[in-house]
Structures are given as C-alpha cells and as structure tokens.
C-alpha cells in the first residue's frame, strides 16, 4: 500500500473511534477528518469545501426546509389527527402510528415526521391510558422504514443516489429505491404491530405526564416573606448567588396570587411576597436556613389540623409545594433534538432566565428524573425538560432551543388554505421531478421559494429547520470519501473483503455490504456510513464484474436501518428520554427487526436490481 493509503486508513479507523467514542459531535470529528486530510495533502487546498456543493448535500438541506414548511403549514398535522383515534387494542394502536410514520416518512424527512407525530402520539397514550414506551420505538422504527420508500425519506438515499451519478451520469430518481424500500417498510411495520412491540420491556409505572414523571413535588417549594424580613426591599437577582451555593434556585416570585415574570430580577421583594423555590430535600432545608425563612406547610398539616383557624388555613394553602402554570405562566415538557443548543451545555452556561426568561423546572433522561443540582446538568439528545416561562412565547422560545415540544399545537381554521397550499406546492416539485422537466435538487429549490414568497416559511425561520450538523457532516465527509476513491483505498478495502468470499457466489459478498453496513450504522452516524460505505460497495461489485447497483441499494437500505442502539439513528435518540428506555432496550426488538430485513432485502435486491 501507498502512504496516502495507510494514510486515510488510519484516519478512517481514527473516525470510527471517535464516533464509537461520542464525546465529540460527528460534525466536529468531520471537519477535523477534513482538516488532517487536507494538510498531509491527500485533498487539495482548493478541493476542501467542495461536499458543501455536492448534490447530496443542497439536497438534504432542501428537503429539510422543505418538510419544514410541511410542518408549519399545519399539513402533516392535519393528516396525523385524521389517523390517530383513540384505539383499545394495543396491536391496533402501534400498527395504526407505525404505519402513519412511515407513510409520512416516504415524502418527508423522517426525523421531522417522528417529531410531529410524537406529541399526538403521547397524547393518545394517556387517553388509551398506556405507557409512552409500548407506542413510542414502534413509531421511531416505522418512520425509519417509511424513509427507504422515496429518494427523500433519508439522507442515505440522497447520498447513494448522488454517488450514482458521479459514476454513471445519471442519478437514482424519487421512486427508484421504492420497490425493494417499500416492501421491507411494509414488511417490517407488520413485524413492529404485530410482534415487535410485546419485545419492548414496557415501563411498569406506566408514567405519561409531567408531574409523574419528574415527581416535582419533591423540588418545587413556595415560602412567604414574613412582616419586618431581612429581604423586603433587596432584589431577587441578590439573593441568586447565595442560594446557588446551596444548590438550590429560586424560580420567581408570586405575589398576590399573580406570577412575576421569571425574568424579572430586579424587583424588590415586599413583605407576603411567595419565593418559588426549586431544591432537592436536603437542599431545601439549607436554602431556608441561609434565607431565614419557615419551611413551609406540609399539605398534610394542612389536612389534618382541626384546630386551624381559616387564615391558617390560607396560609398553609399558599405556602404548599408545587405552585406552578396559571395565567401568568405556563409550564411545558419538551425533548432535546439532535443539533440541539443544548446539547452538550448546561443551564447555567447557556443563562436559560436571563437570556430566554424561562425557569428550568427538572429534567428526566431515560425515564428517571435527575435528582442533582440542574443548572450542573449537561443536556444530551433524548433529555425530557420541564420548563416554565410566558404562556405566549413559551412553545417558541422552546423551539428556538432546538427542543421538541410534547404537547399537540391547535390547527387554526385560517391555516388550513396554507396546509393545502403547501401539498400542492410539494407536489409540484415531485411531479416535475418525476416527469424529468427539472432535475430533483432544483424541483424542491423551486419548492422552497414558492414556500418563501407564499410565507408557508418566514424568511426569519428560513434555515431554522435545517439539520446543520448533518449538513456540515456532508460536507466534510464527502471530500473525504473521494479521496479515498482517487488514492486507490476503496480499491484496497474492496479487495480484502473480496478476498474473504472468492470462490463464493456475488450473493454472499451482498450480503456482507448489507450486514457489515447495517451493523456501522448501529453505532455511527447513518449518514457518514453510507458516505464510507458505498464507494467501498461500489469497488466490491467491479472487482466481482457484477452490477454495482445492487451493492449501491444495499448499501441505502443499511445505513438506514439502525435499529439495535439509540446511537445509530437520531429517532432512536429522540425517543429515549419520552420513552424511558435504557441503551439496551433497542435491540431486543431492533435484531430480530433486522434479521427480518436481511431475509426480505437480499431476493428483493437480486430480483429488482440483478447482479447481471
């Protein structure tokens, strides 16, 4: 091998570590592959940046903003709420949501799909009074089946259909992955309704709102400022620091029975003013200490003394836990996406009251609520947050975060022209696409403007729905995988796992791409896999003389199905947190699932797309 050869490979396996590894976002561990690529001068100067104009790349930035206008416009919305009744039998319930996921999932991005589909779905949950965790990977696994369908389900396909025609000239077109993608998506939403959910190791609390979730009776305490009190007159931002040090916050005040606006630290505090106050039970007591405050009135006493007069009884009235939402403030659950701000951060660097004037009330990963000091808390994909703030601009300030929220948004009569509007706009751009007027990346540009001008998305919210970490992804990435391809390493890797079958029919050797594919997309992005992937199926199917169409499908169909961790696809992250699922619940569905997947793909590969 030639240094430039030893040289990428070891940067490969380097990626691969770091991925594995998952302390550095797969963006940074892109570019940084990028940059070492470039200085030891295996991509030109001039050549660095050129994945950010790949196809693939604009592509997947426009379906983003695409599906984005879907969203807003309310049309996904407006077709969820005609197919999620409420529904008895389980069986009936997972395959109904699965299969609405994956039809969505088809013509739109799959990751948007699940994240509009999530709400609806925790909301049919407690009304079928079941747990998050029977519906919730049903609905995760069936949006990633329903992206194998059409060219723009899933990046991967974008991708192989780009690397298609740097080798052929021509592209895989919008239908080209349906025959063998629809009937593993149909295949495999069978397997999730009718088996694959009684493998989920269902959450025995069977927990579906905020306040079972996080048990905030336990954190959240109100204590009155008494006649002549040290604090009347000093502002509450004076007061943050001291309580800080004994881990404890203090949320706001209510005073008069009205909330103060969170943000609001410079008001003085007057006498009966309600201090909110957010801490853990020894905590608690420490806080009240150093203030000089009563511990407040177990709702107990309250209860339970006959002797208390009616102002007693008032008093302990105000002064028991958990006084949150009302008129003046609204509280809301929400889950941290992939690529969130949060992400990696905690409250306390990001000043959530300060800068965005909402209170961080608590937070759960996996199900279980932490139970240290929150503003040490670094968030992660999958973190379910219990936030409070301004009823009119929570839900927004929530999206600016990059965060979810689980709760259904209200279709408004007069945006259902815009949902109609946005479909057909949609469908334009599919059709042009379809019947070869223009080419697909400039068919959905088109979309995009028309989405602009008709105000479907604001300009001001134009590139608030683009994944840019997938982007950037992309576009470190790609130039990677062509120096690979122009240095001869795809040439060497293929001979090696060419190598291990020779003397055995083509089949095996698609059957190794398709495993070996599905098995890095389980534990890397599926994204960069099938970056790594497909020039390395490609260089198999030339050193075996057989059609490399075949090894580029089975290469889509892997890096898609990621079904054994929450790592190897954001919709499995995504659900962790709402979900209560742990790292090791996934496979006991996912491995049978792509088990299933194997056995279908490969005769729907050969018959489809032969070897010869």
């Not at 109904?96 to 799959?110: E, Q, R």
């Not at 090791?584 to 793909?601: K, Q, T």
Request: aromatic share 6%; with cysteine.
């Amino acid at each position: 091998m030639t240094f430039d050869q030893v040289f990428l490979l070891s940067l490969l396996a380097a990626v691969f570590v770091l991925f594995i590894w998952g302390k550095l976002r797969h963006d940074v561990v892109a570019i940084m592959a990028l940059l070492a690529a470039t200085v030891a001068g295996q991509i030109s100067m001039g050549g660095a940046f050129m994945g950010f104009a790949s196809p693939a790349t604009v592509t997947v930035a426009l379906v983003l903003v695409v599906s984005r206008g879907l969203v807003n416009s309310g049309a996904v919305n407006l077709i969820a709420r005609q197919f999620i009744p409420p529904v008895e039998s389980p069986t009936a319930h997972v395959g109904i949501l699965s299969s609405l996921a994956g039809a969505l999932s088809a013509f739109m991005n799959n990751v948007g799909a699940l994240a509009l589909l999530m709400p609806a779905t925790l909301q049919s949950a407690a009304k079928a009074k079941r747990s998050p965790s029977v519906l919730l990977m049903p609905l995760a696994f069936g949006s990633i089946l329903g992206g194998l369908v059409t060219l723009i389900g899933t990046p991967p396909n974008i991708i192989i259909a780009s690397i298609r025609e740097q080798m052929t000239g021509q592209a895989f077109s919008m239908f080209d992955f349906t025959p063998v993608g629809g009937v593993i998506a149909v295949t495999g939403i069978a397997f999730v309704a009718l088996v694959g959910w009684r493998l989920i190791p269902h959450d025995s609390d069977g927990r579906t709102t905020a306040s079972e979730l996080f048990d905030m009776e336990n954190y959240v305490t109100m204590a009155k400022i008494p006649e002549d009190h040290e604090l009347i007159g000093k502002e509450l931002r004076e007061l943050d620091d001291l309580v800080r040090e004994q881990d404890a916050v203090i949320l706001g005040i209510s005073r008069n029975d009205h909330r103060i606006d969170p943000a609001a630290r410079r008001r003085p505090l007057r006498q009966d003013d309600l201090l909110l106050i957010e801490a853990g039970p020894d905590a608690l007591n420490a806080c009240l200490s150093v203030l000089n405050l009563r511990p407040p009135v177990p709702q107990s006493d309250e209860e339970e003394s006959p002797e208390q007069t009616d102002s007693d009884a008032e008093e302990a009235r105000k002064r028991r836990p958990v006084l949150l939402g009302g008129t003046d403030v609204a509280i809301a659950e929400a889950v941290v996406q992939p690529g969130s701000r949060l992400s990696g951060r905690t409250s306390n660097e990001l000043n959530l009251r300060s800068t965005y004037g909402i209170n961080l009330l608590a937070i759960a990963r996996q199900g279980n609520p932490f139970r240290g000091r929150l503003g040490a808390f670094r968030f992660r994909t999958g973190d379910v947050l219990l936030i409070e703030g301004e009823p009119s601009r929570l839900n927004q300030i929530i999206s600016s975060l990059g965060c979810l929220p689980l709760a259904e948004r209200p279709i408004q009569g007069s945006k259902i022209h815009m949902a109609w509007l946005s479909m057909a706009v949609f469908g334009a751009a599919i059709a042009a696409t379809t019947m070869g007027l223009v080419s697909f990346p400039i068919a959905l540009a088109i979309a995009v403007v028309a989405m602009v001008m008709t105000d479907i998305v604001p300009v001001r919210e134009l590139y608030d729905g683009i994944d840019w970490s997938v982007v950037v992804l992309l576009g470190a990435m790609i130039p990677v995988g062509q120096a690979m391809q122009d240095t001869g390493t795809t040439t060497v890797i293929a001979e090696a796992l060419s190598g291990l079958v020779a003397g055995y029919p083509a089949v095996i050797a698609l059957t190794i791409v398709l495993v070996l594919t599905m098995s890095l997309s389980d534990i890397i992005n599926n994204a960069a896999t099938a970056v790594v992937m497909a020039p390395v199926a490609v260089g198999i199917a030339t050193q075996l003389n057989v059609n490399a169409d075949c090894f580029l499908m089975a290469v889509a169909i892997g890096a898609s199905c990621a079904f054994l961790t929450p790592i190897g696809h954001q919709n499995n992250a995504l659900i962790m947190g709402p979900g209560g699922y742990k790292f090791g619940d996934y496979w006991r569905m996912g491995l049978p699932l792509e088990i299933l997947i194997v056995v279908v793909a490969i005769p729907m590969l050969l018959w489809i797309w032969p070897l010869t």
